[in-house]
C-alpha cells in the first residue's frame, strides 16, 4: 500500500527521483494513520505547496490528511 502512494507522490512530483526516500517516508506515516510527519526537509517536504501535493494525493487514495510540520511547531508541554 505504501510504495503504491509513493509512487502516486512521485508522479504528482512532491519531490525529484533522488529523494523518492522522503516520499516513501510520507507514505508510510500516512499509511501508519499518524497525526504527523516531524521534519527539518523545509526543501520537500516542510512547505506549502508540498503539504498541498501529498494532501490532494492522500484525499484521492481515501487516506485522511497528514501534518507535516517543523520541530520548532511541536506543542510543547
Same mark, same amino acid.
Given at each position: 500500500?505504501?510504495?503504491?502512494?509513493?509512487?502516486?507522490?512521485?508522479? &504528482?512530483?512532491?519531490?525529484?527521483?533522488?529523494?523518492?526516500?522522503?516520499?516513501?517516508?510520507? *507514505?508510510? &506515516?500516512? =499509511?501508519?494513520?499518524?497525526? &504527523?510527519?516531524?521534519?527539518?526537509?523545509?526543501?520537500?517536504? =516542510?512547505?506549502?505547496?508540498?503539504?498541498?501535493? =501529498?494532501?490532494? =494525493?492522500? *484525499?484521492?487514495?481515501?487516506?485522511?490528511?497528514?501534518?507535516?510540520?517543523?520541530?520548532?511547531?511541536?506543542?510543547?508541554?
Amino acid at each position: 500500500m505504501s510504495l503504491r502512494l509513493a509512487e502516486a507522490y512521485m508522479a &504528482a512530483r512532491l519531490v525529484p527521483p533522488p529523494k523518492r526516500n522522503d516520499a516513501r517516508h510520507i *507514505a508510510l &506515516a500516512t =499509511v501508519a494513520d499518524l497525526d &504527523a510527519i516531524v521534519s527539518w526537509n523545509f526543501r520537500d517536504m =516542510v512547505n506549502l505547496k508540498k503539504k498541498s501535493i =501529498v494532501h490532494s =494525493v492522500n *484525499a484521492r487514495f481515501g487516506y485522511r490528511l497528514i501534518d507535516i510540520i517543523s520541530p520548532l511547531e511541536v506543542p510543547r508541554e
